[in-house]
């Protein structure tokens, strides 16, 4: 099997695994004051710790949640709970990921003023085209690291730092999903206010996640009940799941630099043979390594997804959310014209030249076959 999907999800590293296992075995309630409870009490504050460091984050700082979407509409519904009775527009990115661009839908029909940005005729994102967006009616800017669907990295640093310098009473959120220990991430240097972050996506459970809030950002708990995660997020922790997430995050916290130089020589691998066998590249050359775009004329997405399935090798051909809709991403960064023939290959640092060898080779396979059929 060569998965090639590590966008959608990742496969769970040992140390995950053998946390979560920790955790079903520490059975006790963590907010019981025995010490059953305690031990896994203590296996939550351990995770905590972990992550928070990884961010540059205070441990108080960190609230698990059962993945990014409830972090990112947390975020965003609560910044508007917060301030919308005063403010009324709301800031993103036109290439932002459902869990972002489906609330601020939401917001807008119930009347909230929805800005969304879109990459200049270049298919790049200017930090001054946000900053120039916002103004004193703003209460929120929402801008993703990476790009689910082209590994392009946006300028948040730069985004936020203008937003903060001219209205420093805005909120700054961001979907770091596809960015967090893939590439160097700390909320000082972001200037975020916000952070939404995924487990399934670094070798973690699925089901967890987390939302980075600065201390000092107040904003109203969306789920009431016994006042866990400091009153901000109630219902009882899973254990084993926040075990987990850490297990994976500490894992890879320390190799954050030498996995990117490892998948940047995957990247450039991948683009190589693609330009030998006359297959687009859509993603820009600075784009994150762990994303490539890639567009085979002539070869439906889905038709081609599945011929790869059939011989063991696992892509997509778009964000996994959309499950087979249309995405408007590709669109956006002025490839409308090949999204129909596009497939998005996704690394870890565990994939391989050899893994780029068979998907190359398979897709010429299909090109003799498939064209057979016509």
Known sequence: MIYLDNAATTAPCRE????????????????????LGLD??????NAREIIAESIGAESSEIYFTSGATESSNTAIFGAFRAHGKRKNKLIISSVEH???????????EQGCE?????????GRFYAEDFINAADENTFLISVMYVNNE???ILPVQEIFSGIKKKYPQILTHCDCVQGYMKLPVK??????????????KIHAPKGIGALYLKRGVHLPSLIYGGGQESGFRSGTESVPLIAGFGAAAEKLSSTVNSRY???????????????EESITVNSQPDASPYVVSIAVENLKSE???????????????GSACSKGKKSSVLGEFGHSAVSDVTLRISFSSESSEADIDSLIAEINNARSELAKLK
């Open 40 to 45: 896994a009490e203590l296996l939550i504050t």
């Open 303 to 317: 038709v081609l997804l599945h011929y790869l399935e059939k011989k063991e090798i696992y892509v997509s051909s």
């Open 16 to 35: 995950a695994i053998d946390a979560v296992n920790k955790g079903l075995e520490v059975f006790g309630n963590p907010s019981s004051l025995h010490r």
């Open 187 to 200: 909320v000082k240097k972001l200037g975020a206010d916000m952070l939404s972050l995924s487990g399934h």
């Open 150 to 152: 082209t590994g392009y």
């Open 114 to 122: 929805v800005v969304r940005i879109s990459p200049r005729a270049d």
């Open 261 to 275: 130089k490892k998948v940047s020589a995957l990247r450039d691998y991948l683009t190589k043979r693609c330009e």
């Open 98 to 108: 459902p869990a972002t661009a489906n609330p601020a839908l939401q917001l807008e």
